[in-house]
């Protein structure tokens, strides 16, 4: 199955701003943007915004995505420490007809 | 609000059977497409199957086909997974997730997650 390619970490200090990447291809990315998901230790995911910058009601406006080809892109500025947590991507691949995510990327807050 | 409890977790040995359930509440359930994603230990979310709002459409990873059942009952908001000849690798904590839709698309992964339940299996 296809996947999205994450850097492991970012670490950014307090009230910074935070850059993520997320790498597909022309079947996922590139095709449909995509989605990105929140996880803070040991809770659920919590969905943040899909198709580059529509945020659900309740998510901060200092978080903003974006998509350049096949690499979709999450902006979190003002870093809190609320932020860190675990940051994954997810797009729609049509090659499989399904959803698939990146690794993550865990975001540390100095 | 939106709530989704899992249920039914448990350890198992390979070669097992096991049923997993999620009671919806908080929104019209038979309106919206259904969806199981699990996470192993340290490894990233993987989408396992879904269903459509009536139960009439099923999808499923490679990884699962012919071994995994979705089905969902409306009338008792409940999406449930029937999981058999279970192996090591199927070990994670399976999460259940509205879809934004009536019918799995690329419409979103997800906008609500539950609490997930934990699958071990082993001898």
């Known amino acids: 199955q296809a996947g999205l390619t994450q850097p492991p970490s970012v670490s950014k200090g307090l009230r910074q701003t935070a850059t993520l990447t997320c790498t597909g291809n022309?079947?996922?990315?590139?095709?449909?943007?995509a989605a990105w998901l929140q996880q803070h230790q040991g809770h659920p995911p919590k969905f943040l915004s899909y198709?580059?910058?529509n945020r659900p009601s309740g998510i901060s406006e200092r978080l903003s995505a974006s998509r350049s080809g096949n690499t979709a892109s999450l902006t979190i500025t003002g870093l809190q420490p609320e932020d860190e947590a675990d940051y994954y991507c997810s797009a729609w691949d049509s090659s499989v007809s399904a959803w698939v995510f990146g690794g993550g990327t865990k975001l540390t807050v100095l | 609000d939106v709530q989704l409890l899992e249920s039914g977790g448990n350890l198992v040995q390979p070669g097992g059977s096991l049923r997993l359930s999620c009671a919806a509440s908080g929104f019209t359930f038979s309106s919206y497409a259904m969806s199981w994603v699990r996470q192993a230990p340290g490894k990233r979310l993987e989408w396992v199957s879904a269903i459509s709002g009536s139960g009439g459409d099923t999808y499923y990873a490679d990884s699962v086909k012919g071994r995994f059942t979705i089905s969902r009952d409306n009338s008792k908001n409940t999406l449930y997974l029937h999981m058999s000849s279970l192996r090591a690798g199927d070990t994670a904590v399976y999460y259940c997730a509205k879809l934004p839709r009536y019918y799995f698309d690329s419409s979103g992964p997800g906008d609500y997650w539950g609490q997930g339940t934990l699958v071990t299996v082993s001898s």
């Open positions: 022309s079947d996922n990315i590139g095709n449909q943007g």
């Open positions: 198709r580059n910058n």
